[in-house]
Nanobody, 119 residues
Framework: QVQLVESGGGLVQTGGSLKLSCATS????????VGWFRQAPGKEREFVAS????????YYANSVKGRFTISKDNAKNTMYLQMNSLKPEDTAVYYC????????????WGQGTQVTVSS
């Protein structure tokens, strides 16, 4: 059974930092992209960042570029999102997800972790 489990969310003040983790299990993601999405109340889910498990190529939404860093630890089968210089507009539920490299559809999703940035 494939599982993606997020952790590391919480409450932080504007300008602060948080590091989210996404532990994967149940299959090899060596041919997958893994990424982060977020959904704020009343808004649609949006892409945040992704990384190729095989090449380490990374991609970011313009809204987080320069502030967030996506990374992974192959030995731990875990992906991370380091979030710095947080803003109130970063408040959302953050989800990790995975898709085959040849596909545009993310087929595996975690349950989400809440990030709240206070002003």
């Amino acid at each position: 059974q494939v599982q993606l489990v997020e952790s590391g969310g919480g409450l932080v003040q504007t300008g602060g930092s948080l590091k989210l983790s996404c532990a994967t299990s149940g299959r090899s993601f060596s041919t997958y992209f893994v990424g982060w999405f977020r959904q704020a109340p009343g808004k649609e889910r949006e892409f945040v960042a992704s990384i190729s498990w095989s090449t380490d190529n990374t991609y970011y939404a313009n809204s987080v570029k320069g502030r967030f860093t996506i990374s992974k630890d192959n030995a731990k089968n875990t992906m991370y999102l380091q979030m710095n210089s947080l803003k109130p507009e970063d408040t959302a539920v953050y989800y990790c997800a995975a898709r085959r490299a040849q596909s545009t559809e993310y087929t595996y999703w975690g349950q989400g972790t809440q990030v709240t940035v206070s002003s």
